[in-house]
């Protein structure tokens, strides 16, 4: 079973400049999160999503952030413009809609904003 | 909202001794996750616990869901340098507060 893929590994770009960030979930998984993690520190909510529906965006900073996933599977993440504050990475995860609710995450996008 | 604290925020040992990472929680919680992420890599689950006092082993981990629901622990047994890692709790609240917060670790390296 194919795990959480995400792209890019490594982006490095300057502020002010737009970045978007592409996940795809396991396969089946109905629930897709959007996570920031700072350095020495944990994962951080961004938005989460059931299917298509954004169940969850409390957290995340809409005057530069956008979330997208249209068809209830792949899912992209905009920040525009980003700020030098905005570096982290920014990890994606799925799980099923019940039970245990594991989540299974990507290898993240390293974002370093000069 | 909720508040999470991990202590130590990082622990050093030598290989086989143990290790122990404590959570706690400001609001009583529905469960509660651990997660390893290793140098570099992306967190990996663990376990998750549900019921008051709740204890899981998995090998030489052992976790420990607290009486009332707001703390917990994960101790390791002899520890070994494939232990290294970030150890973290990530806690769900109970009602309608259900989402997922994520402590800020405890960073683990044993020394050969």
């Known amino acids: 079973e194919a795990g959480v893929v995400q792209s890019p590994r490594y982006k490095i770009i300057e502020k002010k400049q737009p970045v978007a960030f592409w996940c795809n979930p396991i396969?089946?998984?109905?629930?897709l999160y959007w996570y920031r993690q700072n350095l020495g520190q944990g994962p951080e909510l961004l938005i989460r999503y059931e299917n298509e529906e954004a169940v969850d965006d409390s957290q995340l900073p809409k005057d530069r952030f956008s979330a997208e996933r249209l068809k209830g599977v792949d899912s992209t993440l905009k920040i525009q413009p980003a700020e030098l504050g905005d570096s982290a990475v920014y990890l994606c995860?799925?799980?099923?809609?019940?039970?245990?609710?594991?989540?299974?995450f990507g290898p993240g996008t390293r974002l370093l904003v000069l | 909202g909720q508040q999470v604290m991990q202590i130590p925020q990082y622990q050093h040992v030598q290989e086989g001794e143990d290790f122990t990472t404590y959570c706690n929680s400001s609001?009583?919680?529905?469960?509660i996750q651990w997660y390893k992420q290793r140098p570099g890599g992306h967190p990996v689950f663990l376990i998750q616990?549900?019921?008051?006092?709740e204890v899981k082993k998995q090998k030489r981990l052992t976790f420990q869901f607290g009486e009332a629901k707001k703390n917990s622990s994960l101790h390791i047994t002899a520890t070994q340098t494939t232990d290294v890692g970030t150890y973290f709790c990530a806690c769900r609240g109970g009602g309608s507060n259900y989402k997922l917060t994520f402590g800020k670790g405890t960073l683990l390296t044993v020394n050969p």
């Open positions: 616990l549900v019921k008051s006092g």
């Open positions: 609001t009583t919680l529905s469960n």
């Open positions: 396969s089946g998984h109905n629930t």
């Open positions: 995860a799925s799980s099923w809609p019940w039970g245990v609710e594991t989540q299974y």
